[in-house]
Each structure stands twice: as C-alpha cells, then as structure tokens.
C-alpha cells in the first residue's frame, strides 16, 4: 500500500494516555517525546512542520555533498578516504531515515493509530506472560536508548575537538572557497555543529521507534496465537468479554482472529516495514521461547 493511499489521522492526546496503561504498547512512548522534539511525530497533518523537515532534509543533502566531495579528492590518500567515509555513510544513514518518516508519515501514522485502537491488549495474558513479555520488551526498548550515552560522549568530542585545534571542520568538506578564513570558519563549524546534533538524534529516535513498533508487533502475534489457542475453551469467554464486551458465537470469535492476523500481516507488508519483517518474527521467537523456523509471512492460524 502507498503511503498517499493512506488517510492520516490526528493523534490526540489520548494516544499516550491509553497507550500508557498498557505495558507492551507503552513501549511506543519514549519515542513518541523525542521525536515530537525533533517535530517529526506523525500524529497530525501540521504543514508547517512538514515544511520544516523537508528543509532539515535539503540542509543535510547539502552538508553530504560537500562532505562526500572531500572523499572523491582524496581518493588516491586511502586512509584519509577512507575515515572520512565513517561519516559520509552515517550521514547519509540520517538523511535516509529523516527521509523515511517525512514521506511515509502516513504509513507510520496508520500503524500507530492501529497499535493505539484496533491491537488487543495484554492485559488479555496471565500475569505471568504479562510480566515476562514486559520485561523482555522494556529490555530490548532499552537497549536502544542506551545506545543515547555512548552516543552522546562520542558526538561530545567529535564535535568539539576541531573546534579546540581550530584547523579542522567536524565533517571534513571539499568547499569551492577556502573555508579557514576568519568569520567563515566559525560560521560553517556552527553550522556543521548543530547539524552534526541533529543526525545524531535522527539516527538513535529512528531506531528506537521503529524497534517500538516491531516489539509491539511481535507481542501481539503472541496475544492472538493464545486467543486463537483457547477459542474453544472456557477461557475465550472473558476473552470476548474483554476485547469486544459481549459474547459472540465461537464462528464470529474464529472471523476475529483472522481479521486481526490479516491487520497484523498487512503491517509488515507495508512499504517501510517489509525489510523488518523478519526481526520482528526473531523478537516473536525470543519473547514466547519458540524456535527461530517461525516466519511472519506465514499465517500462525
């Protein structure tokens, strides 16, 4: 499905406050703040932070070509060259990914309004699976974040050593113009210095996000195999009660269950997910203890 095929939808404030009392789908939180500070959340149709990003994207496409010229010149310096691209690659790493959440916001925008409204809750578990699968989930979700500290301490130095020398740019750049130069020197390392935060911060809330979403994802393949498993037992009847608060007939209880696996399949088969689909059935693996043969592709009812 094409992203401009999909009609976004506003997320109100609810969203955290009902997302919150879940354990699992509160795992969408953190990067909820962070990339609302970037104004990159995909929770309404706000044309001027659009606009807005768009620009962070032309600002960094600007600051890699530049910096990628610098490589094609000291092409026949192999080690120079090669250092260098340690950072043309992670720059060009955030331009794709702030790419990915500008022009596919409404995709994100239609999976995180399905997490919010139409996934099943985990509350629906025993306490023992809740408990688990939480702390599972909050493990990989942390780990992510704690990718931020090393992140951080790195940027601090890589950023403000060139400055301490004054004899280089933080991001080595081939200039038409000789860039060293009193005033235009300072000019371009703020310039680079704040664009060099601003990747840094794209890469890391990308990355948790889109784990987010996956861990979710996974834990709710998890909640519907164990209602699926139970359709016909007495279980299913606080089941029902719980989802849909009322008693349906198991036929009806059955047609939910494959609506929410054909939800859950059309999720990965989306453009900007598809190339995850096969972490997200790893995580699956992992969280219910299952071997690795299990494949998201393949229906699990």
């Known amino acids: 499905m094409k992203s401009n095929q999909i009609k976004l939808r506003k997320l109100s404030k609810d969203f955290a406050r009902d997302v919150n009392k879940d354990r699992i789908k509160r795992c969408i939180l953190p990067a909820k703040y ?31 070509v530049f910096h990628g010229l610098y490589v094609v ?27 990915v959440i500008v022009t596919r916001r409404e995709i ?8 919010w409204k139409s996934f099943w809750p985990i509350a629906i578990m025993s306490s023992k699976k809740i408990k688990a699968l939480s702390t599972k989930c909050t493990i990989t979700v942390g780990l992510t974040l704690g990718c931020f500290g090393p992140a ?9 050593w060139p400055y301490l020398i004054n004899t280089e740019l933080i991001f080595k750049s081939a ?36 784990i987010a979403i996956m861990v979710i994802c996974a834990v709710q393949y998890i909640i519907l195999e164990n209602v699926f498993k139970d359709v016909f037992t007495v279980k299913s009847t606080q089941h029902r009660l719980l989802l849909f608060g009322k008693e349906i007939s198991d036929s009806e209880m059955i047609s939910k269950c494959l609506d929410q696996q054909k939800m859950l399949i059309s999720i990965q088969g989306l453009t900007c997910f598809n190339v995850f689909a096969h972490v997200e059935g790893g995580l699956k693996s ?16």
């Open 152 to 160: 951080i301490l790195c940027n601090v130095l890589i950023t403000l």
């Open 73 to 99: 010149e000291h092409r026949n310096d192999i080690v120079e060259a090669i250092l260098v691209s340690t950072t043309v690659s992670t720059t060009l790493q955030a331009l794709v990914k702030i790419y």
């Open 175 to 210: 200039y038409p113009f000789r860039w060293n130069r009193t005033c235009l020197y300072e000019v371009l390392y703020s310039w680079q210095y704040f664009s060099g935060w601003y990747m840094l911060l794209v890469v890391n809330i990308f990355d948790n996000f889109v």
């Open 108 to 115: 994100f925008n239609d999976i995180l309004y399905k997490i």
């Open 34 to 64: 962070m990339l609302e500070m970037l104004s990159a959340w995909p929770g309404a149709n706000n044309k001027f932070l659009l606009a807005l990003q768009w620009l962070n994207i032309a600002n960094i496409m600007i600051l890699e």
């Open 286 to 301: 992992i969280y219910e203890n299952a071997d690795f043969r299990y494949s998201p592709h393949v229906p699990v009812i």
